[in-house]
């Protein structure tokens, strides 16, 4: 990802050359189905209670809307995929409806519909408390401090005699340094730099509210011969080491300011 973007400069006319680029490199459509239904299988039910389902619903729905815009066409097979997911009385629900015909309902009314179900399992009062706890403001300084010290040296917190903040993973939203995340360990380097970039993380430590120009913990990749600033787990083994380390500091930073 880097190396499409690399050199081009600031300015408008370099970000729609960045943007063509990108485009042209990741905005295929069958690219774009694949991580989808990647995204898509390894959705789950963590906890059986509503709210669990209800985040499940949410994504579904969200996936499944970006498949039926690209054009998606194998509806019946993605449907029935999502089905065996589901809990036995919904499953069972959904294809009672659909009766002894073929499945010939919509990607979005399927996601509509579990979404409709997620929420018949909560009340009112139960609901108001979700969105009573969700709209209380958290403490933005405290947040990103607890990011940027756990996710850049668990080590030393897990290690050291005060007591350590409660972790938290940007990926699969679990108490645990997003470094150490199976899901985001799995995905491909480039695929993995692409989420730092939408999620605003620092290319370094993981943090927030900061770019890798800016982190206090700067250290080069830990890979042999790579000069770059950036956390190892960005390292894209494709590309060959280069000499010198400024290089390498400009393209983090240019690619996250341009995709910003």
């Not at 629900?93 to 909560?122: K, V």
């Not at 709209?135 to 080590?155: F, G, I, L, M, V």
């Amino acid at each position: 990802v880097l190396d499409v973007v690399y050199g081009l400069g600031g300015g408008e006319s370099a970000y729609a050359e960045a943007l063509g680029r990108l485009k042209e490199n990741y905005g295929r459509r069958d690219v774009m189905r694949a991580a989808l239904m990647q995204a898509l299988e390894k959705l789950s039910i963590y906890k059986q209670d509503p709210s669990s389902f209800r985040r499940f619903a949410e994504k579904t729905r969200t996936f499944l809307y970006d498949l039926s815009r690209i054009g998606e066409s194998a509806t019946a097979d993605v449907i029935e995929r999502l089905c065996l997911k589901l809990p036995f009385a919904d499953r069972l629900l959904w294809n009672t409806d659909r009766g002894g015909d073929l499945e010939r309902r919509s990607l979005n009314e399927f996601g509509n519909w579990l979404c409709r179900r997620a929420m018949a399992y909560q009340n009112a009062y139960t609901i108001a408390e979700e969105q009573s706890q969700e709209s209380q403001p958290r403490p933005k300084e405290r947040y990103s401090t607890r990011s940027h010290a756990a996710n850049a040296d668990s080590n030393r917190s897990l290690s050291g005699g005060k007591a350590a903040k409660p972790f938290y993973c940007f990926k699969c939203e679990g108490r645990h340094p997003m470094e150490t995340c199976a899901q985001f360990k799995e995905l491909p380097s480039k695929d993995r730099l692409l989420f730092c970039m939408r999620q605003k993380l620092c290319f370094n430590c993981f943090g927030t509210n900061h770019t890798s120009r800016e982190c206090k913990i700067k250290k080069h990749c830990n890979v042999t011969g790579c000069k770059h600033w950036h956390h190892v787990l960005l390292h894209d083994v494709n590309v060959k080491p280069e000499n010198g380390s400024n290089s390498a500091t400009a393209r983090c930073n240019a690619t996250q300011i341009k995709t910003a």
